[in-house]
């Protein structure tokens, strides 16, 4: 499509964004800066380390920040733009209008397995070797893909799309527009047991996990239910692949979880949180609102609303950098201290 036309399916773009049309030229794709070429498009922010690309880049057309010399270079060169507040915002919509989703057409593939109490909508999709439970609910607009299995009293909500092989255990509530991606297991049996004399005793776990509207789960990611009452992901949060929430967690909106994540049961996170790759969170322990946890750290407490923790045990994030700084210091440190003894 013409990069005019694009700019119109571009939410972050407004009538009086500054713009430079050029050629208007056809635009049938997009990549990174440093390697596009013709007919696609790329995006540029402020302070940007490929900043210097753009002398050399072979986009045919940039959403660019709002900096006047960043423009003014992209019109010398006579590549088409347009500048806006958030170019990486702009780019996620761009991408969406150029790749849209592959439409899935109604109806029940002759291979898949349903139980005949459950409730399929005529406008749902179910794929190939798919397994849906007794009592089940898949209204309009879901999408299973092949192999997806829904154990008994699964319900989901509208707009939902579940990946290939991945499994809903039973009792599993899923809000709106979730998404759960290949290989994902919600719902399954939480790690509870009881230490006695003779053995571990297995603690029944009647639990169930609940993904609020707009939720989505990555590749291999695993949310566990647990023993009793529910396992709860607020509404608009974003888990990424092999990421492993354990029974009884309760996450606040909007948080979001890098892979690697792994949080113990009965932690509660609040709205916002942000944990970078590996970060660990022990049992019970409590997040508060917009924390972040930067990656390998191990969050063993309490930390504050709006608190940035790093390290192990986690620690405010300013003091972790100063004894950081100070770590490979330590051996000379060490051999001065003993000398000083002496």
């Given at each position: 499509?013409?990069?005019?036309?694009l700019?119109?399916?571009?939410?972050?773009?407004?009538?009086?964004s500054?713009?430079?049309?050029?050629?208007?030229?056809?635009?049938?794709?997009?990549?990174?800066?440093?390697?596009?070429?013709?007919?696609?498009l790329?995006?540029?922010?402020?302070?940007?380390a490929?900043?210097?690309?753009?002398?050399?880049?072979?986009?045919?057309?940039?959403?660019?920040?709002?900096?006047?010399?960043?423009?003014?270079?992209?019109?010398?060169?006579?590549?088409?733009?347009?500048?806006?507040?958030?170019?990486?915002?702009?780019?996620?919509?761009?991408?969406?209008?150029l790749?849209?989703?592959?439409?899935?057409?109604?109806?029940?593939?002759?291979?898949?397995?349903?139980?005949?109490?459950?409730?399929?909508?005529?406008?749902?999709?179910?794929?190939?070797?798919?397994?849906?439970?007794?009592?089940?609910?898949?209204?309009?607009?879901?999408?299973?893909?092949?192999?997806?299995?829904?154990?008994?009293?699964?319900?989901?909500?509208?707009?939902?799309?579940?990946?290939?092989?991945?499994?809903?255990?039973?009792?599993?509530?899923?809000?709106?527009?979730?998404?759960?991606?290949?290989?994902?297991?919600?719902?399954?049996?939480?790690?509870?047991?009881?230490?006695?004399?003779?053995?571990?005793?297995?603690?029944?776990?009647?639990?169930?996990?609940?993904?609020?509207?707009?939720?989505?789960?990555?590749?291999?990611?695993?949310?566990?239910?647990?023993?009793?009452?529910?396992?709860?992901?607020?509404?608009g949060?974003?888990?990424?692949?092999?990421?492993?929430?354990?029974?009884?967690?309760?996450?606040?909106k909007?948080?979001?979880?890098?892979?690697?994540?792994?949080?113990?049961?009965?932690?509660?996170?609040?709205?916002?949180?942000?944990?970078?790759?590996?970060?660990?969170?022990?049992?019970?322990?409590?997040?508060?609102?917009?924390?972040?946890?930067?990656?390998?750290?191990?969050?063993?407490?309490?930390?504050?609303?709006?608190?940035?923790?790093?390290?192990?045990p986690?620690?405010?994030?300013?003091?972790?950098?100063?004894?950081?700084?100070?770590?490979?210091?330590?051996?000379?440190?060490?051999?001065?201290?003993?000398?000083?003894?002496?």
């Amino acid at each position: 499509m013409r990069f005019s036309s694009l700019l119109d399916r571009i939410s972050a773009v407004q009538v009086d964004s500054p713009r430079h049309l050029g050629a208007d030229p056809e635009i049938s794709g997009a990549e990174a800066l440093d390697r596009a070429g013709a007919g696609q498009l790329a995006f540029l922010e402020a302070g940007n380390a490929l900043a210097a690309a753009l002398a050399a880049s072979g986009a045919a057309a940039l959403l660019l920040p709002l900096d006047e010399e960043l423009q003014q270079l992209a019109s010398e060169r006579g590549l088409a733009w347009v500048a806006v507040k958030n170019p990486r915002l702009g780019f996620a919509e761009a991408l969406a209008a150029l790749h849209p989703p592959t439409p899935r057409p109604p109806g029940i593939h002759p291979s898949a397995v349903v139980d005949a109490s459950a409730a399929v909508a005529a406008e749902a999709h179910v794929g190939a070797h798919s397994v849906i439970g007794a009592a089940c609910v898949v209204p309009r607009g879901c999408t299973l893909h092949p192999g997806v299995v829904l154990y008994d009293d699964v319900h989901l909500g509208e707009g939902c799309e579940i990946h290939a092989n991945a499994v809903l255990h039973p009792g599993s509530r899923l809000g709106a527009g979730c998404v759960v991606q290949s290989n994902a297991v919600i719902g399954a049996e939480g790690f509870g047991f009881v230490p006695t004399a003779t053995g571990w005793v297995k603690m029944p776990q009647t639990g169930r996990v609940v993904l609020e509207d707009g939720v989505e789960v990555g590749c291999g990611s695993t949310i566990d239910r647990p023993s009793v009452g529910e396992t709860r992901i607020g509404a608009g949060t974003k888990i990424d692949n092999l990421v492993h929430v354990g029974h009884g967690v309760v996450t606040g909106k909007g948080c979001a979880l890098a892979a690697q994540v792994g949080i113990a049961g009965g932690a509660v996170l609040g709205n916002g949180v942000i944990l970078a790759g590996q970060v660990g969170v022990a049992n019970r322990a409590v997040i508060g609102d917009r924390a972040i946890a930067s990656s390998k750290s191990g969050i063993h407490g309490e930390v504050a609303a709006g608190e940035v923790v790093s390290g192990y045990p986690a620690i405010p994030n300013r003091l972790w950098l100063r004894c950081s700084a100070v770590f490979n210091k330590l051996p000379e440190m060490a051999r001065t201290l003993r000398q000083l003894q002496k």
